[in-house]
């Protein structure tokens, strides 16, 4: 039973792997902090696993997690077990080539925001309705849209000057 | 201008693309890393929980012995203790399964935040309480040892002082840090706008629970330092005797008469061979019963018996319906509060108000067993009872004892 629960978690974690990632690697600042902050979301995710229910999208129940944890956890708290590295070969924050240098532009720019701003630029770029921004934030969607549109502002502005 | 703009967006769009490109590309989640996240998943409220499972009895353990080492052993002492610590354990475990905070996980962030925020604050007010608790039981623990010589008032307060700084810059420091990123993210989101489902913080049953539980943990808290306080005897045993309903029954003489003169004497022997000291129509003499100080009370006769006030005066009536004692301390004046019968309240009231008439100031003693026990000036007409001091070298027996006398004048 507890292995068939495990199965179902892997497979869940497996499918939405890079969501968590770009939410850890856009509330880090090296990849160590990517690392400690994927395994304290991998674990959080675990514990409420039993209290999912599918109420919400796995994709929504995932970025709440995520969200939730990026932005409440105490960094001192994760470093509480011995970190696990991730299986990924390329650095983000170091590496040279065009791609990466464009990625690390992206994050230089949504670092720069508060951290709920932060959150809901993620969100908008993934490409998720304001209704479901909305349930992850806790917001109105109507909010979820002033909101943005103010960032996007922001952002322009912030672009222009970089 | 517009364009612009939109240019701008696409490109962090593109950005965007670039980076789940790449990402696509990469494992990330590997065996080892499932495993050791499922293997360690104790989150904060697991690990609270199970710091309170060691700590309460631990505390149990060292508070037991404390009390072998410097209170006797009592018993009461111990049982408090025990209830105490198994009280607070209880609470704290109620109180985090009663907040379901588990299930916080899968709430909005703003839910979230608003639940962390209380937690955290009703947290730091637990602290307050217990680090009030420590204060009260080490102030007593001091307090007790000044009378043993050990501690003089000038540390023990100076040392209380320091306890109460530590415990206000303590719970500030709990309150403010602990719930200042919370704090934040609620801002932030309130700066948005109106919440899509407003939920409260602790929900109505919970909120009760809560305050139930917080006035529990304060009478514990108030139930410690009385009982410390007691056990190291820094609130005194009161005593308290009513005569009983159509009890005129009287032992004993208590007598209260006006004061003519008062003599300050170093040697009573020395003084009687030189002086001649006989009672007479209008005046009679009677001795201090305080023999560190002995003063000889030259009293005047105002009624055809003797004193004012006396069981004599009412025809064999008793004076006395009801005393009670403030709290016995040793070497301390032990207050009695002396209630009169109807008969004799009469009478008191009207010698007190005959008294303020006069031209001098009048004194009034207390007479027992053929001694003066007491004396005072009067200021005001008394009505129906009135303050005798215990000697401050009785025992509590001897106060006792003293009291139960009282009662049968």
């Known amino acids: 039973m507890n292995n068939d629960k495990e199965h179902q978690f892997e497979l869940l974690v497996r499918e939405h792997k890079r969501t968590i990632y770009t939410v850890c690697y856009m509330f880090s600042h090296n990849k160590t902090e990517v690392d400690d902050l994927f395994q304290e979301v991998l674990i959080r995710l675990w514990n409420g696993f039993d209290h999912y229910e599918g109420r919400s999208s796995a994709r929504t129940w995932v970025y709440r997690v995520a969200l939730n944890t990026a932005i409440n956890q105490d960094k001192k708290e994760r470093r509480r077990i011995e970190t696990v590295p991730l299986t990924v070969d390329i650095d983000p924050f170091e590496a040279d080539d065009s791609k990466t240098q464009q990625v690390r532009k992206l994050h230089d720019l949504i670092s720069q925001l508060e951290l709920i701003d932060r959150s809901l630029v993620l969100l908008w770029l993934e490409g998720i309705s304001y209704d479901e921004i909305g349930a992850i934030i806790g917001i109105t969607p109507n909010n979820v849209g002033v909101r943005l549109a103010r960032i996007k502002e922001k952002l322009v502005q912030m672009s222009k000057k970089q | ?409």
């Not at chain 2, 080490?138 to 100076?158: D, P, Y």
């Open chain 2, 1 to 409: 201008m517009e364009n612009n703009n939109l240019n701008e967006l696409e490109q962090l769009k593109a950005q965007y693309e670039t980076l789940k490109e790449q990402l696509d590309q990469q494992e990330i989640v590997n065996d080892r890393l499932m495993k050791s996240s499922v293997k360690h998943s104790v989150d904060f409220y697991k690990r609270y929980r199970w710091l309170q499972v060691i700590s309460y009895p631990l505390m149990a353990f060292l508070g037991l012995v404390f009390i072998n080492w410097d209170l006797d052993g009592s018993f009461s002492a111990k049982v408090f203790w025990v209830t105490f610590c198994l009280a607070g354990l209880i609470i704290e475990l109620l109180l985090t399964r009663k907040l379901q905070l588990k299930t916080l996980e899968n709430e909005d962030l703003l839910t979230l935040s608003n639940h962390a925020r209380g937690f955290k604050r009703l947290f730091s007010l637990f602290l307050i309480l217990n680090y009030s608790t420590v204060m009260i039981v080490v102030g007593g623990f001091l307090m007790s040892k000044i009378g043993e010589g050990v501690a003089n008032l000038g540390v023990a307060m100076l040392l209380l002082g320091i306890v109460m700084v530590f415990v206000i810059i303590v719970g500030i420091w709990e309150v403010r840090f602990k719930t200042r990123p919370c704090d934040e993210i609620v801002r932030q989101l309130e700066a948005i706008g109106t919440p899509a489902e407003k939920k409260p913080v602790f929900y109505m049953n919970q909120r009760w629970f809560i305050i139930a539980m917080m006035v529990v943990y304060l009478g514990l808290d108030v139930w410690c330092g009385y009982l410390f306080a007691k056990h190291l005897k820094l609130v005194g045993d009161t005593f308290r005797y009513e005569r009983a309903e159509g009890d005129f029954s009287t032992k004993g003489s208590l007598e209260i008469w006006e004061i003519y003169n008062l003599t300050w004497v170093a040697d009573k022997a020395r003084f009687l061979e030189t002086t001649m000291v006989e009672d007479n129509d209008s005046l009679v003499y009677r001795w201090s019963a305080d023999t560190t100080e002995l003063a000889l009370y030259t009293l005047k006769k105002t009624t055809e018996v003797g004193p004012a006030i006396s069981s004599a005066v009412l025809g064999g009536k008793p004076l006395v319906k009801r005393l009670e004692t403030g709290p016995y301390k040793e070497g301390t004046f032990t207050a009695i509060m002396l209630e009169l019968m109807p008969e004799a309240t009469i009478l008191f009231k009207r010698m007190t108000e005959d008294a303020l008439l006069q031209p001098q100031p009048v004194n009034i003693a207390v007479v027992i067993d053929g001694q003066v026990y007491q004396e005072w000036r009067i200021a005001n007409a008394v009505c129906s009872a009135f303050f005798i001091n215990a000697n401050p070298n009785w025992s509590k027996d001897e106060v006792e004892a003293f009291c139960e006398q009282l009662i049968q004048q």
